[in-house]
């Protein structure tokens, strides 16, 4: 609990709720780059199972890379699990590209996410 208030509080964060007749549904996760801050990460973003398909994540990014042009923030970047073939799909109909990658470990399972960018500028004159 202490680390969720402290990512609250973080001036160079932000955090957005979803809500639906008073119940949380879904969620998001900025962190704006200390050191630079023309850059962002979108560490989470997450949308109740019985709520996808409605077009609320997009929304909810939506508000986010808007957040990313009030900062300043040029360039937002995420991973995502590379066998997330939905959420790959739906981060490049949005302008996400895949940058690269990374890994992790789950117990002894060695996982890889790929990291997607999207480029906030080119899209300030939407």
Known sequence: ME?????ITD???????????GVMIGYAHLDVDRADQHNALLSRIYIDADWRGK?????LLETIIDECGKRRVARLELTV???N???IAFYGKVGFVVTGSTTFTVGDDVQRDLVMTLDVTARSDR
């Open 55 to 59: 077009g609320l994540a997009r929304d």
């Open 85 to 87: 073939a939905r959420a």
């Open 81 to 83: 699990f590379e066998n």
């Open 3 to 7: 680390r969720q208030a402290a990512e």
């Open 11 to 21: 001036p160079s964060a932000a955090v957005f709720v979803v809500k639906a007749a």
